[in-house]
Every structure is written in structure tokens, then in C-alpha cells.
């Protein structure tokens, strides 16, 4: 069972580099078509973020983690459910036409924090324990 956790795991990770993309694909977003793509690629990568959650749990629960680490590791992945979460209301005020600079902005800050928390998530994960 670890081996598939294992592997799921993996899987969403690569899946989820799309979080580190994304802060520079957000400036196309003002495109109605590329705001609906991208809408589509948060909301699916949401759904692998919860993925790696769960197969990670597994995996921390099988394994001897320090307790920093695995709070560490919670808040920052509550942090890009947060951040993933908060931007869909972004990407649904572009979808809708409105190219005002606020909707932009704000896609652009939650998608950039979500991408240096997937980012630091991954030296946690890489580096040292």
C-alpha cells in the first residue's frame, strides 16, 4: 500500500508544478479563453492537491517525521489550498470580461504565493529531514 501512496504521490507532484507556472501564465488571463483554461487547470490541480494530501498523510503516518516538519508540511499545503482556492474568484471576474486591474492583481499575488509554497514544499520534501 505505501508503494501506491508512494507513486500517487510522485504523480501529483509533477501535476502540480503547474502552481509554479502559473504566476506567469496569469498575465495572459486578461484572454477570455485563456482565463477559462487556466480556471480549469486550478480547479483540477485543487483536486490533485487534495490527492497528494491524503497519499502524503499515508505516507507521514508510516514514517518517523519531526513534528516541525509535519506542521511545516500542513501549513504550507493549507496555504496553497488557500491561496488556489481564493483565485478562482479572480479567474471568474476575467472570465466574465472584466479586464480591470484588481481581478489581475489579485490572480497574480494568489497565484504567486502558491507557487513559493509548492515551491518550498518541494525543498522540504527533497532536502534533508
Not at 501506491?4 to 502552481?19: E, K, N
Not at 480549469?40 to 497528494?52: E, K, T
Not at 516538519?69 to 474568484?89: D, E, P, Q, R, Y
Amino acid at each position: 500500500m505505501y508503494q501506491t501512496m508512494y507513486v500517487i504521490h510522485v504523480l501529483s507532484a509533477l501535476a502540480l508544478i503547474f502552481y509554479i507556472l502559473l504566476p506567469f501564465l496569469a498575465g495572459g488571463a486578461t484572454n477570455r479563453s485563456t482565463a477559462i483554461a487556466l480556471s480549469r487547470g486550478n480547479r483540477i490541480g485543487q483536486y490533485v492537491l487534495v490527492l497528494a494530501f491524503l497519499s502524503g498523510g499515508y505516507m507521514v503516518s508510516k514514517a518517523d517525521y519531526s513534528v516541525i516538519w509535519m506542521v511545516l508540511a500542513v501549513v504550507l499545503i493549507l496555504v496553497m489550498f488557500a491561496m488556489t482556492g481564493m483565485a478562482s474568484k479572480p479567474f471568474k471576474k476575467l472570465i466574465a470580461g472584466d479586464n480591470g486591474g484588481g481581478a489581475l492583481r489579485k490572480l497574480r499575488t494568489f497565484t504567486l504565493i502558491s507557487g513559493l509554497s509548492y515551491v518550498l514544499l518541494m525543498a522540504m520534501m527533497l532536502g534533508p529531514k
